[in-house]
Protein backbone atom coordinates (compact mmCIF):
# COMPACT_ATOMS: atom_id res chain seq x y z
CA UNK A 1 0.00 0.00 0.00
CA UNK A 2 1.30 3.04 -0.76
CA UNK A 3 2.24 6.21 1.64
CA UNK A 4 0.88 9.84 1.80
CA UNK A 5 3.40 12.31 2.36
CA UNK A 6 2.34 15.90 3.11
CA UNK A 7 4.24 18.97 2.40
CA UNK A 8 2.62 21.74 5.01
CA UNK A 9 1.66 25.27 3.65
CA UNK A 10 3.49 28.91 4.58
CA UNK A 11 3.50 28.12 8.41
CA UNK A 12 5.87 24.81 7.89
CA UNK A 13 3.98 23.25 10.80
CA UNK A 14 2.11 19.97 10.89
CA UNK A 15 -0.26 21.11 13.09
CA UNK A 16 -2.79 21.78 10.60
CA UNK A 17 -3.03 18.48 9.47
CA UNK A 18 -4.58 16.55 11.83
CA UNK A 19 -8.30 16.42 10.70
CA UNK A 20 -6.97 15.44 7.01
CA UNK A 21 -4.44 12.98 8.34
CA UNK A 22 -6.76 10.97 10.29
CA UNK A 23 -9.35 11.15 7.05
CA UNK A 24 -6.85 9.68 5.02
CA UNK A 25 -5.09 7.15 7.47
CA UNK A 26 -7.10 4.64 6.09
CA UNK A 27 -6.73 5.12 2.72
CA UNK A 28 -2.96 4.87 2.63
CA UNK A 29 -0.10 2.89 4.56
CA UNK A 30 0.65 5.81 6.80
CA UNK A 31 0.36 10.02 6.45
CA UNK A 32 3.03 11.87 7.17
CA UNK A 33 3.74 15.41 7.59
CA UNK A 34 6.98 16.82 7.22
CA UNK A 35 7.43 19.90 9.09
CA UNK A 36 9.98 22.84 8.19
CA UNK A 37 12.07 25.13 11.02
CA UNK A 38 10.78 27.18 12.66
CA UNK A 39 13.77 29.65 13.09
CA UNK A 40 15.03 28.90 9.94
CA UNK A 41 14.70 31.20 7.31
CA UNK A 42 15.16 28.29 3.88
CA UNK A 43 14.52 29.03 0.28
CA UNK A 44 12.76 26.50 -1.55
CA UNK A 45 16.17 24.70 -3.01
CA UNK A 46 16.87 24.33 0.63
CA UNK A 47 13.75 23.20 1.64
CA UNK A 48 13.72 20.22 -1.32
CA UNK A 49 16.76 19.62 0.02
CA UNK A 50 15.80 19.11 3.63
CA UNK A 51 12.40 17.36 1.59
CA UNK A 52 14.57 14.83 0.01
CA UNK A 53 16.62 13.48 2.94
CA UNK A 54 13.04 12.68 4.74
CA UNK A 55 11.52 10.91 2.22
CA UNK A 56 10.25 7.13 1.95
CA UNK A 57 13.65 5.50 1.09
CA UNK A 58 11.96 2.76 -0.84
CA UNK A 59 8.57 2.42 -0.41
CA UNK A 60 5.91 3.80 -2.77
CA UNK A 61 4.56 7.14 -2.12
CA UNK A 62 2.24 10.28 -3.25
CA UNK A 63 4.15 13.64 -2.21
CA UNK A 64 1.26 15.86 -1.12
CA UNK A 65 2.41 19.52 -1.68
CA UNK A 66 0.10 22.16 0.06
CA UNK A 67 -0.20 25.83 -1.15
CA UNK A 68 3.57 27.55 -0.75
CA UNK A 69 5.06 24.09 -1.04
CA UNK A 70 3.87 23.55 -4.26
CA UNK A 71 7.19 24.39 -6.03
CA UNK A 72 8.84 22.15 -3.56
CA UNK A 73 6.75 18.71 -4.38
CA UNK A 74 6.77 20.03 -8.23
CA UNK A 75 10.51 20.38 -8.28
CA UNK A 76 10.83 16.48 -6.65
CA UNK A 77 8.46 15.16 -9.54
CA UNK A 78 10.65 16.64 -12.30
CA UNK A 79 13.78 14.73 -10.78
CA UNK A 80 11.70 12.41 -8.62
CA UNK A 81 13.11 9.54 -6.77
CA UNK A 82 11.80 5.75 -8.13
CA UNK A 83 9.41 5.58 -5.53
CA UNK A 84 7.35 8.81 -5.94
CA UNK A 85 4.08 7.67 -7.45
CA UNK A 86 1.94 10.93 -8.00
CA UNK A 87 2.31 14.18 -6.74
CA UNK A 88 -0.79 15.87 -5.32
CA UNK A 89 -1.29 19.83 -5.11
CA UNK A 90 -3.57 21.26 -3.22
CA UNK A 91 -4.40 25.14 -3.61
CA UNK A 92 -0.61 25.71 -4.67
CA UNK A 93 0.97 26.98 -7.25
CA UNK A 94 4.39 26.16 -9.38
CA UNK A 95 5.21 30.09 -10.26
CA UNK A 96 4.51 33.02 -8.84
CA UNK A 97 0.29 33.01 -7.55
CA UNK A 98 0.34 36.57 -7.52
CA UNK A 99 2.75 37.86 -10.89
CA UNK A 100 1.51 41.79 -9.98
CA UNK A 101 3.47 41.73 -6.71
CA UNK A 102 6.42 39.72 -7.51
CA UNK A 103 8.38 42.88 -8.28
CA UNK A 104 7.16 43.77 -4.43
CA UNK A 105 8.91 40.46 -3.19
CA UNK A 106 11.10 42.28 -1.36
CA UNK A 107 9.00 44.48 0.54
CA UNK A 108 7.79 41.20 2.57
CA UNK A 109 10.35 41.72 4.95
CA UNK A 110 8.27 44.56 6.16
CA UNK A 111 4.59 42.61 6.25
CA UNK A 112 3.62 43.27 9.87
CA UNK A 113 2.94 39.55 10.07
CA UNK A 114 2.02 39.85 14.12
CA UNK A 115 -0.21 42.31 13.96
CA UNK A 116 -2.78 41.03 11.49
CA UNK A 117 -5.94 40.64 12.61
CA UNK A 118 -7.32 37.26 12.93
CA UNK A 119 -10.32 37.96 11.70
CA UNK A 120 -9.03 39.33 8.53
CA UNK A 121 -6.94 35.81 8.36
CA UNK A 122 -9.87 33.83 8.80
CA UNK A 123 -11.53 35.75 5.97
CA UNK A 124 -9.40 35.68 3.41
CA UNK A 125 -8.04 31.50 4.17
CA UNK A 126 -11.10 30.16 5.79
CA UNK A 127 -14.18 32.19 4.66
CA UNK A 128 -17.49 30.31 5.30
CA UNK A 129 -15.50 27.61 6.68
CA UNK A 130 -14.44 29.27 9.48
CA UNK A 131 -14.66 27.51 12.91
CA UNK A 132 -13.41 28.57 16.70
CA UNK A 133 -11.45 25.43 16.11
CA UNK A 134 -9.81 26.09 12.97
CA UNK A 135 -9.18 29.83 14.00
CA UNK A 136 -7.55 28.84 17.00
CA UNK A 137 -5.05 26.27 14.99
CA UNK A 138 -4.66 28.47 12.55
CA UNK A 139 -3.39 31.39 15.14
CA UNK A 140 -1.42 29.06 17.02
CA UNK A 141 0.37 27.53 13.75
CA UNK A 142 1.69 31.25 12.49
CA UNK A 143 2.25 32.19 16.52
CA UNK A 144 4.64 29.20 16.33
CA UNK A 145 6.82 30.61 13.83
CA UNK A 146 9.40 33.18 13.60
CA UNK A 147 8.12 36.27 11.92
CA UNK A 148 11.28 36.38 9.53
CA UNK A 149 10.68 33.01 8.27
CA UNK A 150 7.33 33.57 7.56
CA UNK A 151 7.92 37.01 5.60
CA UNK A 152 11.15 35.11 3.68
CA UNK A 153 8.10 32.38 3.18
CA UNK A 154 6.03 34.71 1.62
CA UNK A 155 8.68 36.64 -0.80
CA UNK A 156 10.27 33.26 -1.77
CA UNK A 157 6.30 32.42 -2.93
CA UNK A 158 6.07 35.73 -4.68
CA UNK A 159 9.42 35.42 -6.52
CA UNK A 160 8.46 31.48 -7.32
CA UNK A 161 9.96 30.34 -10.88
CA UNK A 162 9.40 26.76 -12.27
CA UNK A 163 11.24 26.08 -15.62
CA UNK A 164 10.66 22.89 -15.14
CA UNK A 165 7.26 21.87 -15.00
CA UNK A 166 7.19 20.33 -18.29
CA UNK A 167 9.53 17.99 -17.08
CA UNK A 168 7.21 16.65 -14.05
CA UNK A 169 7.07 13.08 -15.06
CA UNK A 170 4.58 11.75 -12.75
CA UNK A 171 0.90 12.01 -12.75
CA UNK A 172 -0.47 15.00 -10.77
CA UNK A 173 -3.49 15.36 -9.16
CA UNK A 174 -4.61 19.48 -8.45
CA UNK A 175 -7.31 19.87 -5.68
CA UNK A 176 -8.41 23.90 -6.73
CA UNK A 177 -10.86 25.33 -4.27
CA UNK A 178 -13.80 26.73 -5.21
CA UNK A 179 -13.65 29.76 -2.61
CA UNK A 180 -10.46 30.78 -2.78
CA UNK A 181 -9.83 34.45 -1.50
CA UNK A 182 -5.94 33.92 -2.08
CA UNK A 183 -5.40 32.24 -5.18
CA UNK A 184 -7.71 33.15 -8.31
CA UNK A 185 -9.31 29.96 -10.71
CA UNK A 186 -7.05 30.45 -13.19
CA UNK A 187 -3.63 29.99 -10.90
CA UNK A 188 -4.57 26.13 -10.96
CA UNK A 189 -5.54 26.39 -14.75
CA UNK A 190 -2.27 27.56 -15.56
CA UNK A 191 -0.68 24.90 -13.86
CA UNK A 192 -2.42 22.55 -15.08
CA UNK A 193 -2.10 23.57 -18.44
CA UNK A 194 1.60 23.77 -18.08
CA UNK A 195 1.94 19.87 -16.74
CA UNK A 196 2.06 16.75 -18.81
CA UNK A 197 -0.68 14.73 -16.82
CA UNK A 198 -1.92 16.58 -14.49
CA UNK A 199 -6.15 16.08 -13.41
CA UNK A 200 -8.15 19.02 -12.24
CA UNK A 201 -10.30 18.24 -9.12
CA UNK A 202 -12.61 21.20 -7.69
CA UNK A 203 -13.63 21.07 -4.03
CA UNK A 204 -15.92 23.02 -1.77
CA UNK A 205 -13.97 24.97 0.15
CA UNK A 206 -11.74 28.17 0.77
CA UNK A 207 -8.01 28.34 0.39
CA UNK A 208 -7.02 25.93 3.79
CA UNK A 209 -9.11 23.76 1.53
CA UNK A 210 -7.01 20.38 3.42
CA UNK A 211 -8.24 21.85 6.97
CA UNK A 212 -11.64 22.85 6.07
CA UNK A 213 -12.88 20.17 3.76
CA UNK A 214 -10.45 17.29 5.16
CA UNK A 215 -12.73 14.06 4.06
CA UNK A 216 -13.82 15.24 0.64
CA UNK A 217 -9.83 15.70 0.23
CA UNK A 218 -8.72 13.05 1.54
CA UNK A 219 -11.27 10.85 -0.37
CA UNK A 220 -10.15 12.57 -3.77
CA UNK A 221 -6.54 12.02 -3.10
CA UNK A 222 -6.94 8.27 -1.89
CA UNK A 223 -9.21 7.91 -5.23
CA UNK A 224 -6.65 9.54 -7.49
CA UNK A 225 -3.87 6.75 -5.86
CA UNK A 226 -5.70 3.96 -6.29
CA UNK A 227 -6.56 4.65 -9.91
CA UNK A 228 -3.02 4.48 -10.48
CA UNK A 229 -2.67 1.22 -9.39
Do not use: K
Request: net charge negative; aromatic share 6%; glycine share 6%.
Amino acid sequence: MTALVVLPGLDGTATLHSGFSDAANHLFESVAVIPYPLEQPLGYLELETLVRAALPPTAPFVLLGESFSGPVALSIGADPPSNLVAVVLSTSFGNSPLPALSPLAAFARFAPVRSVPLSLLSWWLLGPWATPELESSLRDALLAVSPAVLRFRAAAALRASLPTLAAVSVPVLYLRATQDRLLSPSAGERLVSSLPQCTLTDIAGPHLLLQAAPQACARAVGDFARHLG
